[in-house]
């Protein structure tokens, strides 16, 4: 089983109760990468036997550091409506909480339909070479990452654009998913980093991901790469915003994902 | 006391228990306005006691139409952290629930600081005549609505782009806050009547908005007009997104804030 799955691997307690536990391969600067842990929480819904349609949206509130060791969730359907679903999510150790989210799941049924913006022009991730963690962060080697724009600032160089675009996939490669795509949301690292051409204590606080692609286009994308594209509109008194967009390699536009990130600069 | 004010006029019953109740003067097509939820949800927790901080991220998430009448509102500080506080939020009727939020407040303090993006080109509000609702919506009359952009496609003409922009505030004016920013948030007709040129069942299910702006800039808004520009990026299978943005008359960058909108169409 690769680390993704791994991370994933939930014993289920009582109802709506999963345990699980940190893998040092998913370790960050504190705690474990944000999209491990967002990723988790989707799987912990997925897992539950009344769960009704699948992902359209979710948000996740990073309360405090996880620490290395297990956790407990707890998943709670507040709504099941006759197409779609709503729950509250909270993660913590030992009583106490360190993330909570809430999540809608829905049917999807045909309509008119529509991308109206475009995807940035990339050349191939053949074409690029695979990145390397700059401060050694573990977690990076789950990801085959190839920056296509806005790379890590490590030459100390400011740029007056926030965007970075890169392809991402999982390290082993394995099919796409809602979990997976959940966590590729939370690949871009802090805007201001790029912003400042140096870095500073930042983390996200709240991310929210809405899922454009039902499970059949998800999984039309088997293994591939994802073109992931990410700016910020606001950077204000310890605060910035992030919105960004996620593509599959035919070009549809699997999801769009917003956060709020905290600073010290 | 304008009905703004009147909507957020809430009891305090125990300790994170508030009731309140429905005023027809906010009705929409089924239930009142989501922004006017909204706003109760932040005014909800503003009224905390034990509140630390400002408004940072909101989401929330439309469960059930709210009936006519009385309300509860439960909250829960989940984590309080030295610079910022995290909240769930649960708007029930007779036990049944209607809403749920999370929040998180925060202290702000000096930092770097850039606005990335410009505010989209706009007569003055004087230069552009008021919107009148067009299916007698009656909760428009509690706004100033002008549109430069985007209107609703009363004539039946679809538009190649969901991109509406527009000046709004209070009716009658009242100073900016926090909770009216909030409504505003939610100021925007659905994505799909503009792009398809008709009217079709439609509702946000999930909004969430990130103050960029603190007590000080919102208050320097005085009670006039917010410019608040919105598109939509994916529709497919019954869902799109929107991402909108709130600028202060004087170019400030108050908010921004996104939704999940099911449609049928």
Redesign the interface.
Known sequence: MNFFDKALDLDSADEGHLRGHTLPEWANMVGPFGGITAATLVRAIEAQPDVHGQP??L?V?Y??PIADGDFDIHTRA??T?R??Q?W?V?LSQDGE?KT???A?F????????????TAPQAPAPAEIERAQSPFGVVWFDNYDLRFVDGAMPVHGAASD??TTTLWVRNNPPRPMDFASLTAVSDIFYPR?FL??GHFMPAGT??M?V?F???AHEIAAQGDGFVLATA?????????F?Q?A?LWGRNGT?LA?T?Q?V????
């Open positions: 359209v949206a948000t509130n309360l405090a507040v709504k409506n197409s779609n709503h509250i909270e909480p909570s989210a809430t809608v829905g049917l999807r049924r045909d309509t008119w339909a529509d991308t109206e913006i654009s926030s201001a912003r400042r606080i709240s929210t809405y454009h692609a039902g700016r910020a509109q606001r950077f204000s008194r310890g605060y915003d919105s967009q536009l769009t917003h709020i905290y600073f010290k600069d």
